[in-house]
């Protein structure tokens, strides 16, 4: 059975799948052997990225970041293929090999720092705790190096019991594109699961599902008029938008009467680690406001807002939409008239499958064997291109070096001590998918 038809996410159809072996189990000894012999080409490998400046939307660090891995990567015999536009350089890197599974395997080139950011912040590496920092050294430019050094110690293993190894470098992860999006569900469609290395989280964190993000408009017309004259002959927009929030947001989950308590402050005084377990079922954020009225003396002809929703569900989607549309055609301030557009900048949820979950369970207990650690799932409230691949197959996130304070030029800081046990514990994961199987109920 392929790993692709259990991939559809009824139960029903996932009560079990395996694969037939190809090729003995490759013995974690080695494999942690061969990637620990790798570190001190990591480092160094890390280091020449990081240093190569790649915001998102600068051609020229693309391109470099693009050619730096096509110059690694074809050796190991892998054939490299560019899509380009106006902001960078995507690169697709195949290798054909002698089992069943395809897998695809996602990073990123680009950075959220712009460029002159490695003058305010030069690479620097403390070989005594493994910590180091640059513009986009954790997110993502440790594990793109990480990914290299993923596929050449495969190579060293003579490791073949794959159908094909699909490398996909993200030239616009930061932002999205029509044509990220375009290359992620076209090679979603020819895998049959997706391993993501974006940002991984301190302490084994990995990260199991993301929510669907989508936005609507929201517009109301009424008739202006004078406050003090001609209030019984007007229809205040604003006051209709004001009722229009109240009623949606009775639609999202309960916020918490206190957010300081949830602050990494709050949750520190309380003895608590934030894995993303405390973000809301479904959110509603009214992201803006507005109204051409200038006059607090005349009533708003017009108001409109802009709405950011997100959960975890995708059924969540429908429903959120009808009562909406269900709130718009019943107005409380007579004379108004409520326009809803939406939902618009649709972006899929990375939701636990049954299949992920499999995929989850065996990463879990490959850590605990080898590395008597536990892994901790994370919860996402953000989108990252692993949301578009598991529209069609299993997708786990968060499986790279670990980085944190994330964006922030001065904090941001990679775990580099992480980047050989987390590299093995992926090579082990596809070779449990390849020899074991996986099982789920």
């Given at each position: 059975m392929s790993f692709r038809r259990i991939a559809p996410l009824t139960a029903?159809?996932?009560?079990?799948?395996?694969?037939?072996?190809?090729?003995?189990?490759?013995?974690?000894?080695?494999?942690?052997?061969?990637?620990?012999?790798?570190?001190?080409?990591?480092?160094?490998?890390h280091k020449a990225i990081t240093e190569i400046e790649s915001p998102t939307g600068d051609k020229a660090g693309s391109r470099q970041m693009a050619d730096w891995l096509k110059a690694r990567f074809e050796p190991l015999g892998y054939k490299a293929e560019y899509r380009e536009n106006d902001a960078g350089t995507h690169v697709i890197l195949r290798k054909k090999g002698e089992g069943q599974q395809r897998v695809l395997i996602l990073g990123h080139t680009d950075t959220v720092q712009p460029k002159g950011s490695l003058a305010k912040k030069p690479y620097s590496y403390d070989a005594k705790t493994g910590l180091s920092q640059g513009p986009g050294a954790g997110d993502s430019k440790a594990s793109v190096a990480q990914l290299l050094h993923f596929a050449q110690a495969m190579e060293k293993l003579g490791y073949k019991n794959y159908g094909e190894m699909i490398f996909y470098f993200d030239a616009e992860e930061e932002v999205g594109s029509d044509l990220e999006e375009q290359i992620l569900d076209e090679l979603a469609k020819q895998a049959d699961l997706t391993l993501s290395v974006d940002t991984a989280r301190p302490g084994w964190g990995l990260t199991t599902q993301r929510k669907w993000a989508a936005n609507f408009d929201i517009s109301v017309k009424g008739t202006t008029g004078h406050a003090g004259n001609?209030?019984?002959?007007?229809?205040?927009?604003?006051?209709?938008?004001?009722?229009?929030?109240?009623?949606?947001?009775?639609?999202?989950?309960?916020?918490?009467?206190?957010?300081s308590q949830f602050t990494p402050q709050g949750l520190a005084k309380r003895g608590l680690s934030d894995h993303g377990q405390f973000i809301p079922e479904l959110t509603i954020n009214v992201g803006v406001i507005e109204t051409p009225n200038?006059?607090?003396?005349?009533?708003?002809?017009?108001?409109?807002?802009?709405?950011?929703?997100?959960?975890?569900?995708?059924?969540?989607?429908?429903?959120?939409?009808?009562?909406?549309?269900?709130?718009?055609?019943?107005?409380?301030?007579?004379?108004?008239?409520?326009?809803?557009?939406?939902?618009?900048?649709?972006?899929p949820a990375m939701e636990k499958t049954p299949a992920a979950a499999a995929l989850v369970d065996s990463y879990k207990k490959i850590v605990k064997q080898?590395?008597?650690?536990?892994?901790?799932?994370?919860?996402?409230?953000g989108v990252t291109i692993g949301n578009f691949t598991s529209k069609h197959i299993p997708t786990i996130d968060g499986l790279g070096v670990e980085t944190d304070y994330e964006h922030d030029l001065d904090k941001e800081t990679v775990d580099l001590k992480t980047f050989a046990p987390r590299t093995?514990?992926?090579?082990?994961?596809?070779?449990?998918?390849a020899n074991k199987g996986l099982k789920t109920k």
């Open positions: 029903a159809c996932l009560a079990a799948f395996s694969m037939s072996a190809f090729a003995a189990p490759l013995d974690p000894a080695k494999v942690k052997s061969v990637v620990d012999g790798q570190i001190p080409a990591y480092l160094q490998d001609s209030p019984q002959s007007s229809a205040s927009a604003t006051v209709e938008l004001a009722n229009q929030i109240t009623r949606i947001m009775k639609l999202a989950s309960p916020l918490p009467k206190d957010p200038t006059k607090r003396n005349s009533v708003p002809a017009a108001a409109s807002a802009k709405l950011d929703i997100r959960g975890y569900k995708a059924e969540d989607l429908k429903k959120i939409q009808a009562a909406i549309a269900k709130i718009a055609a019943t107005p409380a301030v007579g004379g108004t008239k409520v326009e809803v557009k939406g939902p618009f900048s649709y972006l080898q590395y008597g650690a536990n892994v901790v799932e994370w919860s996402g409230g093995v514990s992926m090579i082990l994961l596809l070779d449990e998918v």
